[in-house]
Antibody, heavy 122, light 107 residues
């Protein structure tokens, strides 16, 4: 059974840092691109970042570029999101998701974790 | 970056009605358009991929259509359990993007 479990959320002061983890099981994580998506309280889903299979390449939303860094350790089947210079507007539930690609099906996120909550406040 | 704009932001419908949500991309995305259902406290759930393909296990009352810049999600004969927020998502560019969401209440 495919499972994604996020961890590492918590309360952090503005300007601080936090590292989130996404542990994958039930599939070979090195075969898939992976994503981070967040939802601020009362707001919609916001795509955050995407990393390729070996972690050598990543794309970021404008709102986090230069402050967030995604990485992965495929020996541990785990993806990470290093969040620096955190702001109040980064307060959100953070989800990791697996990307599926098919020639006809295109690209989409087929499995998601339950999320980890990040609160940025003094 | 390619943006997607959803409408309406919310709607209320009754069982047996027909619900339609629209999504417009800022430039052509072919059929790289997906729809998700999100309920509070739950992980988002994929409903439709490639604009019109129904994800396995999703009830056939959900359908999608469109190509290029204009897309729709339709719920035929919606049920109370379909009350949720629905999002479109473009996966055409390297930086994906979600629409703003449509909160649907089924009475």
């Amino acid at each position: 059974e495919v499972q994604l479990v996020e961890s590492g959320g918590g309360l952090v002061q503005p300007g601080g840092s936090l590292r989130l983890s996404c542990a994958a099981s039930g599939f070979t994580s090195s075969s898939y691109w992976m994503h981070w998506v967040r939802q601020a309280p009362g707001k919609g889903l916001e795509w955050v970042s995407r990393t390729n299979r070996d972690g050598s390449s990543a794309t970021y939303a404008d709102s986090v570029r230069g402050r967030f860094t995604v990485s992965r350790d495929n020996t541990k089947n785990t993806m990470y999101l290093q969040m620096n210079s955190l702001r109040g507007e980064d307060t959100a539930m953070y989800y990791c998701a697996r990307e599926y690609y098919g020639i006809v099906a295109g690209y989409y996120s087929d499995y998601w974790g339950q999320g980890t909550l990040v609160t940025v406040s003094s | 970056d390619i943006q997607v704009t959803q409408s309406p932001s919310s709607l209320s419908a009754s069982v047996g009605d027909r619900v339609t949500i629209t999504c417009r991309a800022s430039q052509s995305i072919n059929d790289y358009l997906n729809w998700y259902q999100h309920k509070p406290g739950k992980a988002p759930k994929l409903l439709i991929y490639a604009a019109s393909m129904l994800q396995s296990g999703v009830p056939s009352r959900f359908s999608g259509r469109g190509y290029g810049t204009d897309f729709t999600l339709t719920i035929s004969n919606p049920q109370p359990e379909d009350s949720a927020t629905y999002y479109c998502q473009q996966s055409y560019s390297a930086a994906w993007a979600f629409g703003q969401g449509t909160k649907v209440e089924i009475k």
